[in-house]
C-alpha cells in the first residue's frame, strides 16, 4: 500500500506549533492601519466640507441624500452627509489597511509623529480662515 507493509499504518499525531509571547502581540502594522483610517476618515470629512462650502448648491443636496438614513441626519442638513462620508471612508480603509498591514512591523514612534501632525495639518484646513483664504474668499 504505497510504501506501507500490508496492515501496518503510520500514525502521526502532531500538534500544532504552540505560539510564543511575542507571536501573540498585535504587530505595529494594526496600530497603523487604525491611525491611517482615522486619517483618512478625517481628509474625507474635510473633503466633504470643502466641497459643501465652494459648491453648495450641488454638494448640499448630495450630502442631504447620504445623510437622510441616519437617525435624525435631516436635523443637522449636509452635515450629516459629511459625517457619512467620514465614516464609510474611515471603516472601508480599516478594514483594507488592516488585512494588508496585519502581519507588518512598522516604526510606531515615528507613525505617531506623523499621525499628529497630519491630524493638526487637517484641523487647521478646516478653520474657516485658511480655507477661505485658500479658495480667494475674504476672511
Known amino acids: 500500500m504505497l510504501g506501507h507493509e500490508s496492515g501496518e499504518r503510520e500514525n502521526k499525531i502532531t500538534s500544532p506549533p504552540r505560539r510564543t509571547a511575542a507571536a501573540k502581540q ?21 473633503a466633504a466640507h470643502w466641497w459643501s462650502a465652494a459648491d453648495p448648491a ?27 462620508a467620514a465614516l464609510v471612508v474611515w471603516l472601508g480603509s480599516w478594514l483594507v489597511l488592516f488585512f494588508a498591514l496585519k502581519r507588518v512591523e512598522l516604526n510606531l514612534k515615528l507613525t505617531m509623529y506623523v499621525f499628529i501632525g497630519a491630524m493638526l495639518l487637517l484641523w487647521l484646513l478646516l478653520w474657516p480662515p485658511v480655507y477661505h483664504r485658500i479658495f480667494g474668499w475674504p476672511a
Not at 498585535?26 to 474635510?46: D, F, N
Not at 450630502?63 to 441616519?70: A, H, I, N, T
Open 26 to 46: 498585535p504587530k505595529s502594522g494594526e496600530v497603523v492601519a487604525a491611525l491611517a483610517a482615522v486619517w483618512l476618515g478625517a481628509a474625507a470629512l474635510t
Open 58 to 84: 450641488q454638494a448640499n443636496p448630495t450630502l442631504l441624500r447620504w445623510g437622510s438614513w441616519l437617525p435624525a441626519g435631516l436635523r443637522i442638513g449636509p452635515y450629516a452627509g459629511k459625517e457619512m
